[in-house]
């Protein structure tokens, strides 16, 4: 079936240090978002990346299609940016598939 | 300007009673999403509104579950005898439906818990 699969599932660094989530994805896809679930629960969309490269502030993506799979950069982390970080991917419907998350934790 | 609201933000039920859970959308989207979060299930999608219509009900996962859609605005997730496995964050969302995939704008959830 379907799957969108996100690594590394757990990262623990020190506020400042950089890092990278990933996104594989199953099939072609007709969009992808990423999300920043905070730890009160809510999610907050960070960008909507079909491919390409994007950038706001500290944070950049990049989605490249043809080999499945997207990448979130994260520069000099502060310990707001702790929580969960999900990509979602639109298959041929409106419907988002969620992956499994990636638990950062930024440690002061 | 206002984003997607939801109530109430926490709910427990007894087993078996009903619940609704309502979603005010962003003004102006016209398509209205529902979704689920739950331990062993991660985020999972329920079903989908393109205005009043449901043209996407492939997630809800019995006939327990319905939603409905008036004015092309507000809508509402009815879960009939809740069960005990019913219990997680119900959350919804709104887009502006230009095309498949649109951006959506996720609500902060209601906490369904069934004792």
């Known amino acids: 079936g379907i799957q969108v699969e996100q690594s590394p599932p757990d990262l623990i660094l020190q506020e400042g240090a950089n890092s990278t989530l990933r996104c594989n994805f199953s099939d072609s896809v007709n969009n992808l978002q990423w999300f920043h679930q905070n730890p009160w629960g809510q999610l907050i969309n960070l960008f909507y990346?079909?491919?390409g490269t994007k950038q706001n502030g500290r944070l950049s993506a990049t989605t490249v299609a043809t080999e499945r799979y997207s990448l979130l950069y994260i520069s000099s982390s502060q310990t707001t940016d702790s929580g969960v970080y999900f990509c979602?991917?639109?298959?041929?419907?409106?419907?988002?598939?969620f992956g499994t998350g990636t638990r950062l934790t930024i440690i002061p | 300007g206002a984003g997607v609201s939801q109530s109430p933000s926490n709910k427990v039920t007894e087993k078996g009673k009903d619940v609704e859970l309502r979603c005010d959308p962003i003004?102006?989207?016209?398509?209205l999403y529902w979704y689920r979060q739950s331990l062993g299930q991660g985020l999972e999608f329920l079903i989908y509104?393109?205005?009043?219509?449901?043209?996407?009900k492939s997630g809800l996962p019995s006939d327990r579950f319905s939603a409905e859609r008036t004015g092309g605005s507000v809508s509402t997730l009815t879960i009939q005898r809740t069960q005990q496995e019913d219990s997680a964050v119900y959350l919804c969302?709104?887009?502006?439906?230009?095309?498949?995939?649109?951006?959506?704008?996720f609500g902060p959830g209601t906490r369904l818990t069934v004792t």
């Open positions: 969302a709104s887009s502006l439906a230009a095309g498949t995939g649109g951006k959506q704008y």
């Open positions: 979602a991917v639109n298959f041929g419907n409106e419907k988002l598939t």
């Open positions: 003004s102006g989207h016209t398509a």
């Open positions: 990346i079909p491919s």
């Open positions: 509104f393109q205005g009043n219509s449901a043209p996407d």
